[in-house]
């Protein structure tokens, strides 16, 4: 009972700073070879091998054209079509973040044009980024994750929408709100039923329930032979 309190209150503490999508991954289609392709888009991608990902995202206060905040994309590629995923965004509670997550088909952002202008917008800011790192050192200006030029898969845009959620004094942080530092986590769901990631739980949970369920019969059968005994003062009289 113990064991099975503290998973509780440890989940109710990770969710107050979790934000998440459940989707079923779409059919497969055609990544072409021919440019531009996701990989000239350069953001971040996870797989299910490459499940998680932990950076900063930048934020911004509410405004009449970005009422949810500021975008972030990202590429779920290579996922299984029909499978049930879980998508995670982990802060810390320092950081006062309000989360919206999207997950959008190909075919869906290629038709809007709000959705591929802000796709657009990110992916000219986020190769900027990369080559100014690489003029300084720090990267090699690419975000490629060798994934085959022509293939056939199943895969989404994550959009991630993040607002501050705060209000202070400190004018600093009042105009310029500081990058959330998060841990973006893709995770299958094992037989369309639970996550993956939840499996090393429920194992403790059963090994906890079944050596509790031993250690009471035998104190169950150990007080049970103590009331068995017979009252050794009754039987001198």
Not at 58 to 65: G, I, R
Not at 74 to 99: H, I, K, N, S
Not at 163 to 185: F, G, Q, R, W
Request: charged share 20%.
């Amino acid at each position: 009972m113990l064991a099975l309190i503290s998973v509780y209150l440890l989940a109710t503490l990770v969710a107050a700073n979790t934000e998440k999508a459940i989707f079923l991954a779409p059919n497969n289609i055609n990544i072409p070879s021919a440019h531009p392709n996701l990989d000239d888009l350069q953001v971040d991608t996870l797989t299910p091998d490459k499940w998680a990902i932990r950076t900063h995202l930048q934020a911004q206060f509410p405004t009449d054209s970005a009422k949810y905040g500021r975008p972030t994309w990202l590429v779920l590629d290579q996922l299984t079509e029909g499978q049930r995923y879980e998508v995670r965004v982990c802060w810390a509670a320092t950081q006062p973040t309000a989360f919206v997550l999207n997950t959008y088909e190909l075919q869906t952002v290629f038709e809007s044009a709000e959705l591929i202008t802000e796709l657009s917008d990110y992916s000219l800011a986020r190769r900027q980024q990369l080559e100014a790192a690489t003029e300084e050192g720090h990267g090699d200006g690419s975000a490629s994750t060798g994934r085959p030029r022509e293939r056939d898969t199943s895969v989404l845009f994550l959009q991630i929408l993040a607002a501050a959620d705060y209000y202070t004094t400190n004018k600093t942080l009042m105009n310029e709100v500081p990058p959330v530092y998060v841990d973006v986590i893709l995770d299958p769901y094992v037989f369309n039923l639970l996550p993956r990631s939840l499996l090393p739980t429920i194992g403790y949970i059963i090994v906890v329930a079944i050596i509790s369920w031993f250690m009471a019969r035998r104190v169950s059968s150990w007080i049970q032979s103590i009331a068995a005994e017979p009252d050794w003062d009754k039987k001198e009289q």
